[in-house]
């Protein structure tokens, strides 16, 4: 358990950092939302009541950015927790971790294993959600900051399922490295913001498939 805190609260900063720039364009579209539902309230029937009762609905609607990072942070600790127990089983079995070139048969079934699921329908579908941030809360949007929790949850597990494999690929290249980690921030960024991201992916995979098979020959030949 000693050896495990530590590592965890690595994967934990190392996802929090990486995932920011992916989650931001979700908290701006909550927030344009959230003023909306606040704004929708005050209309209607109960018009002429407004004050009171935009009072009455604001503390629920006015900070859903909160809630909803709240759970979108737990889908990603839960992520975590996986990694570091996988990142600590392989040093219990001297393994060396990052794997690099010291053990290249794995390396390469990492890169190999995360090429292959840029290529699956799974990834492309967790990566149309996380591409359409307001057509899921517009029709997704619960109130309360339970429900909105909850709406956080749902979109941190489409988002693990779109970039945990890639964030896999730390256990071969290291957390330590800056410009790696930075690569591989790029990419999910890409991919998940840019208007071509969602073409990226079967490339992105060809070429983890080709550096897994390079990084194999090379451990062969050494």
Known sequence: MGSYLPVLAMWLAMTGLMMAPVVH????????????????AGTGPLASDAPRHAASVA???RTPVAPFLGGYILAWAGFSAAAA???VSLAAMAVPVPLGM??????????????AYQL???????????RSP???????WRDGAAGQVRMGFEHGLHCVGCCWALMAVALVVGMGSLAWMAVLMAVMVAETALPFGARLSRPIGAALILAGVVVAAAGGSA
């Open 25 to 40: 364009p979700w908290l701006r579209a909550l927030n344009r939302i959230g003023r909306r539902q606040v704004a929708s």
């Open 59 to 61: 503390p629920r609607s």
């Open 85 to 87: 127990a996988v990142h």
């Open 102 to 115: 010291e053990a290249p048969v794995l390396s390469a079934a990492v890169l190999m294993l995360t090429g």
């Open 120 to 130: 699956t329908p799974f990834k492309g579908a967790c990566l149309s959600h996380c």
């Open 134 to 140: 307001a057509g899921f809360l517009l029709s997704n």
